[in-house]
Every structure is written in C-alpha cells, then in structure tokens.
C-alpha cells in the first residue's frame, strides 16, 4: 500500500510540472503539449519549413514551450496572447 500511495503522489506532483510548461492551447490543436509544424501553420500559414527548423532547437521536429518562447521572443512567430 505504501509503494501505491507514493507513486500516486509522484503522479499528482508530476501533472502541475506539466500544466506549467504548456504550449499554447489555442495553436495546440491536439492538446500534446507540444506543436507540429500543421500546428503552427494552421494559425501562421506563414511559417515555412525553414522557419520552423530555425524555431526547432532540438531539431526533434515539435516545439516544445520553451522553443515557442524563445521563437516569440526572436520574433520568428506572432505572439498569441490575445
Ligand atoms: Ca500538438
Ligand atoms: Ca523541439
């Protein structure tokens, strides 16, 4: 019981960490937590494959929210507050 009951606190402390590193929700259109680039293209139709790459950091082919940020703070995507 007590292996159970730490490991569901594992759990229940994992998801804030995951709620925190958030995408955003509007361009997330299938609530992974990260964006594809049809992701991104669906609301930037302007982003190209090359801008993309430049936004992809760790070149594994999704953003991540840390990629997002760092894009919108370089200017490489819109800001999507609203
Ligand atoms: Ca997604
Ligand atoms: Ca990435």
Do not use: H
């Amino acid at each position: 019981m007590k292996k159970i009951a730490s490991l569901t606190c594992v759990a229940a402390l994992c998801l804030p960490a995951f709620a925190l590193a958030e995408v955003p929700a509007d361009l997330d259109t299938d609530a992974d937590g990260v964006l594809t680039i049809d992701e991104v293209q669906a609301s930037f139709p302007e982003v190209t494959s090359d801008g993309f790459s430049a936004m992809d950091l760790n070149a594994d082919g999704v953003l991540d929210e840390d990629e997002v940020v760092a894009a919108q703070e370089a200017g490489l995507m819109p800001p999507t507050e609203s």
